[in-house]
Each structure stands twice: as structure tokens, then as C-alpha cells.
T-cell receptor, first 117, second 113 residues
Framework: GAVVSQHPSWVICKSGTSVKIECRSL??????MFWYRQFPKQSLMLMAT?????????EQGVEKDKFLINHASLTLSTLTVTSAHPEDSSFYIC?????????????FGPGTRLTVT | QQQVKQSPQSLIVQKGGISIINCAYE??????FPWYQQFPGKGPALLIA?????SEKKEGRFTISFNKSAKQFSLHIMDSQPGDSATYFC????????????FGTGTSLTVIP
């Protein structure tokens, strides 16, 4: 149980284009999902908290107009990197909270490797 | 400000040995402390977690020791195996307050045969 999928697993795009990454909780409902960015050999950097049916909460320094987050259902959140630039190249990881039955589990997706050329 | 401090940054252990990773925190409101294991190119996977009402939790070869008064918790990997080579992150959260998890900086574990 508690499986989170992410699609695509890797993507290469040209500078100036937009890329959408999907995050799905496959066997549980998640009112809260998180989006992280991870640089090589570094910890997880929280970008934003995505709550179903409401606007995402962005961390300081994260451009909300560049990283668009939509949490349209209890099992799907999307991150769109708009007008991507090479400095946006990174490993993006989503996670979903499973709070059913008093649990507090944060389960991560497998990550998406974004390369902007 | 790093809410959760993790050490060491890297660790090399002989196969069969014990791997120990330590974390410390300041916020006494933290009430849930998970450990995650991450292999290169993959997302982190929940390994084991503890709440502060117990001092130790064991699952297979993995044990969390928790010292509430010292505000420290540690992960012990018994009989370490080469397949345990990965990056380990500790984390802490305050349930029901946005549920944001605060992660340590990670420990790269290498288990040599």
C-alpha cells in the first residue's frame, strides 16, 4: 500500500518551453501533497505544499508563477515548470500524505529528472 | 535555519557491522520522527518512524533510538549489508499543523563487503 507514482520519470525540454509533471497517490487519498527539488548529493528542498481544492503554499524564494501547482483531486497533483531554463534542471520529487486511520505517513514518488537544454 | 541536524554526512561501514546515524532537533513540538532511505535516482522511501512516547522502535535490522530529554534520535542498522548502501534522511514534523516535514541533510552510507 501507500504507493505514489510520478510521470514522467525523466524529461528533456528546450529552454523556454513548459513541462508538466504529474503526481498520483495510487491506493490512498491525499488532501496534502508536497513538491520537492533535490540537487545532487543534497537534501530535499521543499518547494510548495499542495492542498486539494485550494491554492498551493509556496516556500520563500520559489516563484509561484514559474512553478504552477494544481491539486485538482484527492489523488492527483501537477507541477508545471513554465518557460523552463537550464537552471531549472533538477530532480523533482513529489510526496503525498496518508492520514487515514490516524496515520501520518509521507510517501514519495520515484522522482522526475528534468533536463532543460 | 536547519530544524533537524543530521550527522555524519557520510559513513563507511564493513559488512556485518553496525551503522549509526544521528539527528538532533530543537523544536519540542515535533511529534513524529521518520527515517527515509534513498537510492540514487529514486525517491525516498519510508523506512521506520517513531513518536516520542517510546524510547526505541525496532523493525528487522533497523532500530530507532529516541532520547526526548536530549532532543536526539538515531538510526541503527544492525548487520549492515552492501544493499543498505544509500542515503538516509531523518525528518521531524508537528502533526496537524500543515504537516510540513523538516528533513536532515542526509547521510551517505557505504557498506563495503
Amino acid at each position: 500500500g501507500a504507493v505514489v507514482s510520478q510521470h514522467p520519470s525523466w524529461v528533456i525540454c528546450k529552454s523556454g518551453t513548459s513541462v508538466k509533471i504529474e503526481c498520483r497517490s495510487l491506493d490512498f487519498q491525499a488532501t496534502t501533497m508536497f513538491w520537492y527539488r533535490q540537487f545532487p548529493k543534497q537534501s530535499l528542498m521543499l518547494m510548495a505544499t499542495s492542498n486539494e481544492g485550494s491554492k498551493a503554499t509556496y516556500e520563500q524564494g520559489v516563484e509561484k508563477d514559474k512553478f504552477l501547482i494544481n491539486h485538482a483531486s484527492l489523488t492527483l497533483s501537477t507541477l508545471t515548470v513554465t518557460s523552463a531554463h537550464p537552471e531549472d534542471s533538477s530532480f523533482y520529487i513529489c510526496s503525498a500524505l496518508d492520514l487515514a486511520g490516524g496515520k501520518l505517513g509521507q510517501y514519495f514518488g520515484p522522482g522526475t529528472r528534468l533536463t532543460v537544454t | 535555519q536547519q530544524q533537524v541536524k543530521q550527522s555524519p554526512q557520510s559513513l563507511i561501514v564493513q559488512k556485518g557491522g553496525i551503522s549509526i546515524i544521528n539527528c538532533a532537533y530543537e523544536n519540542t513540538a515535533f511529534d513524529y520522527f521518520p527515517w527515509y532511505q534513498q537510492f540514487p535516482g529514486k525517491g525516498p522511501a519510508l523506512l521506520i518512524a517513531i513518536r516520542p512516547d517510546v524510547s526505541e522502535k525496532k523493525e528487522g535490522r533497523f532500530t530507532i533510538s529516541f532520547n526526548k530529554s536530549a532532543k536526539q534520535f538515531s538510526l541503527h542498522i544492525m548487520d549492515s549489508q552492501p544493499g543498505d548502501s544509500a542515503t538516509y534522511f531523518c525528518a521531524a514534523t508537528i502533526p496537524n499543523t500543515g504537516n510540513q516535514f523538516y528533513f536532515g541533510t542526509g547521510t551517505s552510507l557505504t557498506v563495503i563487503p
